[in-house]
């Protein structure tokens, strides 16, 4: 009897333990659904909010992908067991063990552990195929519609965001226009639309969520910036076992709300500008000024920062080398003490002081260069010495020339032997390998014997003449960064360059390394308060960057320098939650004030920040300096303040329309909004008696008013000695305007609201001025025809630039 009760008693027993037959399972949030079949893939991506299904129908949806030498493999079996489940994929029987965790707002997996880790090359959560197509945040790892968002974010630094389409885990950006998939956007530059990155990527009639972990035990040789040829080596992170990620859905306009609640209970970088979050405080979008400074003219620098009402101050070059950082020594004689002394003049004053870096570039002045070069300098690939070589070759004998013959992206040719480092100005065609025309103790390294069979490393350099390092010394470099900012007490700073550290083969992976290790190093003082940007985005810098700020002035004139770019830009930031800035803008001493208040005008209406990079030369010359100075003050405190409307911010996007603002009072403004003309009153050459003077059509959507103009002469070519004299300006056929000055080449005729003329040379300081204010003649609300003629003097190609405006004013509070 016994013996059929233990009988019983087992058989219940064996009834309700966990079966091991495949099983189906949901995870729940707030807002949020997800259901896997029992194979293991997504069925339902579920909106609780709005009752809506988001799963993509027709695509493969593996809640993990798995690479097997040159196989991707799906999972073919999901069982669950408490808080774990286990996939099954049919290659080995691999078993990958997921450990998961159900939050209010969002869900963590966690890859806890996997069969035959040394088979598995590559684990990928996803690609989660949604239905969303709007809005793709392709860095930020969000696709979103006007109701509803959902995400992937990657949990710890070691998880990548998109997938391992490159053995570089360079994350590609790319061109909506290149895959030959136009979705319907706005016109004009809205138009063209730029990725960076695929942790989120568009498809046809959707989106994917993305994010993967290699197993980097093994050195690899790989494709990477430029070389075919390449040696990634091993780095020891724990492998593809602790790869981690949150999903969330939630309403649109909780997206970010909802990150920053990962960011606080994951552990995630979260930094603050002074108790606020970075991506959300408005100081991360503070425009401040780019200015060279020493310790003389430090008072000058911050004396025409806070002129502009501006609170940041940055210097543009400061270092003698980059590796060390050392500082330029004229400029800061005690190297670091100095700088520190310096941002403890400005901080006294109210402004911060930062500075731009070049991340991991190495400069061939810099001590991991020269005497002796660091072993840790990043090398494309190693041969040996195939005979010994005396001090004195000039051809150095190599097994193989693999490494040292990709001359794309090599601009110094040098190699490291022990503590020399040679520079040769090509490889044989043919064996025996060699290295020839040879310079010898290059950067001054020491030329030295070397023995057959020694190792020789092809040097990783990039195109600015500079060495870069591999992941020990990019550690040993961004700890020394933080070392800088923590001695000193800088406040900002930009990674320009970031990129540099594809040269561990680690692509962005080494750029998030980099930046976390100094993140993780600043003191919690600095890290509740610095800002920072990066020329290179990845998906978990999202969370260390405070923005970015791309654009230079380098190209064209001030309003033409990458402006298509710039406005591009814009985009990228509103769909992957950013703080907008507009980039680097370069005051020179022809800058005008129309130029700066174009500028001022689109960072209102995209609430973004800029750089403003000035010279002493540029601003002591400038004959309207004050004026420029004044307006960045008067627009950027009526930005901070949040002043304009939405129908404002839309308008002022838009590149061809134009303004001026002036401070009325305490929190009030006065915004002048302009139709402009433009035309060209060309020299002419005609028979006698033929009238030379052109005619101008312009339209006054506003009501009738005083006429307003800024006129420019163009030389022309060969002609800096142009002049137009006896200009008058006819409108409607009634009232005609003599000008009283004449006007040379480079000048600026200028007449304002207040009836004042002057008259400027090509870098706006006052030559002549008349008040003519009761004979300006009056536009007319409609259509305005005027008929303008001068006297030119020259060789026959002047030409005067009229641009002719008129205004309406608004109060804005």
């Known amino acids: 009897?016994?013996?059929?009760?233990?009988?019983?008693?087992?058989?219940?027993?064996?009834?309700?333990?966990?079966?091991?037959?495949?099983?189906?399972?949901?995870?729940?949030?707030?807002?949020?659904?997800?259901?896997?079949?029992?194979?293991?893939?997504i069925e339902s991506l579920f909106d609780r909010v709005h009752k809506k299904e988001y799963l993509l129908?027709?695509?493969?949806?593996?809640?993990?992908?798995?690479?097997?030498?040159?196989?991707?493999?799906?999972?073919?079996?999901?069982?669950?067991?408490?808080d774990q489940m286990s996939l099954f994929f049919p290659v080995e029987n691999i078993e990958a063990r997921i450990e998961f965790r159900e939050h209010e707002e969002y869900l963590t997996f966690e890859l806890t552990g996997i069969t035959s880790p040394d088979l598995v090359e590559v684990v990928i959560w996803g690609p989660y195929p949604t239905s969303v197509r709007e809005i793709i945040g392709e860095a930020v790892g969000v696709v979103r519609n006007g109701e509803f968002a959902i995400g992937i974010q990657a949990l710890n630094v070691k998880t990548l965001g998109g997938y391992p389409s490159q053995e570089s885990d360079i994350e590609p950006a790319y061109d909506i226009f290149e895959t030959g998939d136009l979705v319907d956007v706005d016109s004009g530059w809205r138009n063209k639309k730029y990725y960076r990155g695929q942790t989120a990527k568009v498809i046809e009639n959707g989106s994917v969520l993305q994010a993967y972990t290699r197993n980097r035990s093994d050195n690899r040789v790989i494709e990477n910036w430029g070389h075919s040829q390449y040696l990634a080596p091993a780095f020891e992170d724990g492998g593809v076992v602790g790869s981690k990620i949150a999903l969330f859905g939630c309403p649109s306009d909780q997206a970010l709300t909802t990150i920053g609640t990962i960011e606080v209970a994951e552990g995630l970088p979260h930094p603050t500008i002074n108790g606020a979050w970075a991506k959300t405080a408005k100081e991360a979008t503070a425009s401040y000024l780019i200015m060279g400074f020493?310790?003389?003219?430090?008072?000058?620098?911050?004396?025409?920062?806070?002129?502009?009402?501006?609170?940041?101050?940055?210097?543009?070059?400061?270092?003698?080398?980059?590796?060390?950082?050392e500082l330029n020594q004229e400029a800061f004689p005690d190297n670091w003490k100095s700088l520190k002394s310096y941002v403890d003049r400005a901080a006294a004053e109210g402004v911060h002081l930062g500075l731009h870096t070049l991340s991991n570039f190495i400069t061939t002045n810099d001590p991991y260069v020269t005497p002796v070069p660091d072993p840790r300098l990043a090398i494309v690939g190693e041969s040996t010495l195939e005979k010994p070589i005396d001090?004195?070759?000039?051809?150095?004998?190599?097994?193989?020339?693999?490494?040292?013959?990709?001359?794309?992206?090599?601009?110094l040719h040098a190699a490291r032997i022990g503590n020399e480092i040679v520079r040769y100005r090509a490889v044989s065609e043919e064996v025996p390998w060699r290295l020839l025309d040879c310079i010898r103790g290059a950067y001054g390294t020491q030329a030295s014997t070397h023995l057959e069979?020694?190792?020789?490393?092809?040097?990783?350099?990039?195109?600015?003449?500079?060495?870069?390092?591999?992941?020990?010394?990019?550690?040993?470099?961004?700890?020394?960064?933080?070392?800088?900012?923590?001695?000193?007490?800088?406040?900002?700073?930009?990674?320009?360059?970031?990129?540099?550290?594809?040269?561990?083969?680690?692509?962005?992976?080494?750029?998030?390394?980099?930046?976390?290790?100094?993140y993780d190093h600043l003191s919690p003082e600095l890290r509740s308060k610095i800002i920072n940007d990066a020329s290179n985005p990845s998906h978990f810098n999202w969370h260390i960057n405070t923005r970015y700020n791309w654009g230079e002035p380098w190209y064209a004139g001030f309003r033409e320098s990458q402006t298509n770019y710039r406005l591009m830009n814009q985009d990228f930031y509103k769909r992957n939650l950013l703080p907008a800035m507009l980039g680097w803008f370069s005051m020179s001493d022809q800058t005008s004030l129309e130029d700066t208040e174009w500028l001022l005008a689109r960072a209102a209406g995209f609430d973004a920040g800029f750089a403003f990079n000035v010279s002493f030369a540029a601003v002591d010359k400038n004959g309207i300096s004050d004026e420029i100075f004044e307006a960045i003050?008067?627009?950027?405190?009526?930005?901070?303040?949040?002043?304009?409307?939405?129908?404002?911010?839309?308008?002022?996007?838009?590149?061809?329309?134009?303004?001026?603002?002036?401070?009325?009072?305490?929190?009030?403004?006065?915004?002048?909004?302009?139709?402009?003309?433009?035309?060209?009153?060309?020299?002419?050459?005609?028979?006698?008696?033929?009238?030379?003077?052109s005619v101008m059509e312009f339209g006054n959507p506003y009501s009738e008013q005083p006429m307003q103009f800024l006129l420019k002469l163009n030389g022309g070519e060969n002609n800096a000695g142009a002049a137009a004299s006896n200009l008058t300006m006819e409108v409607n056929n009634f009232h005609s305007l003599e000008i009283p000055f004449a006007i040379h080449a480079g000048q600026y005729l200028k007449l304002d609201a207040s009836g004042i003329m002057r008259l400027y040379d090509a870098s706006w300081n006052v030559l002549q001025e008349a008040n003519i204010g009761d004979r300006v003649p009056k536009l007319k609300n409609g259509n305005n025809r005027l008929i303008i003629d001068s006297d030119f003097s020259g060789n026959g190609n002047a030409s005067i630039h009229v641009e002719l405006k008129a205004s309406v004013k608004s109060s804005v509070k």
């Open 1 to 41: 009897m016994m013996d059929q009760v233990y009988k019983l008693i087992l058989i219940v027993f064996i009834a309700v333990l966990p079966k091991v037959s495949a099983q189906e399972v949901t995870f729940e949030t707030k807002h949020l659904k997800i259901a896997l079949d029992e194979r293991g893939h």
């Open 57 to 82: 129908s027709g695509q493969a949806s593996p809640f993990l992908t798995l690479r097997v030498g040159e196989n991707m493999v799906q999972p073919e079996r999901l069982q669950v067991s408490g």
């Open 294 to 325: 020493d310790g003389k003219s430090l008072d000058k620098a911050v004396s025409l920062t806070k002129k502009a009402g501006l609170k940041y101050l940055y210097h543009g070059g400061p270092f003698k080398t980059w590796g060390h950082f």
């Open 391 to 411: 001090a004195s070759a000039k051809e150095i004998p190599i097994a193989s020339p693999v490494f040292f013959n990709q001359m794309e992206n090599n601009s």
């Open 453 to 518: 069979g020694e190792a020789i490393g092809k040097l990783m350099d990039h195109g600015y003449k500079v060495f870069l390092s591999n992941a020990e010394l990019s550690e040993e470099i961004a700890l020394t960064l933080a070392r800088l900012f923590n001695e000193t007490g800088l406040m900002q700073i930009s990674f320009d360059g970031l990129e540099g550290v594809w040269s561990t083969g680690m692509g962005q992976y080494a750029r998030s390394l980099f930046t976390k290790t100094w």
């Open 633 to 693: 003050r008067t627009w950027e405190a009526a930005r901070m303040a949040g002043v304009f409307s939405d129908e404002q911010k839309t308008l002022m996007q838009d590149i061809e329309n134009e303004y001026h603002l002036e401070a009325k009072g305490e929190g009030e403004w006065v915004l002048y909004s302009y139709k402009v003309g433009r035309h060209e009153h060309k020299q002419l050459i005609r028979q006698p008696g033929e009238p030379v003077h």
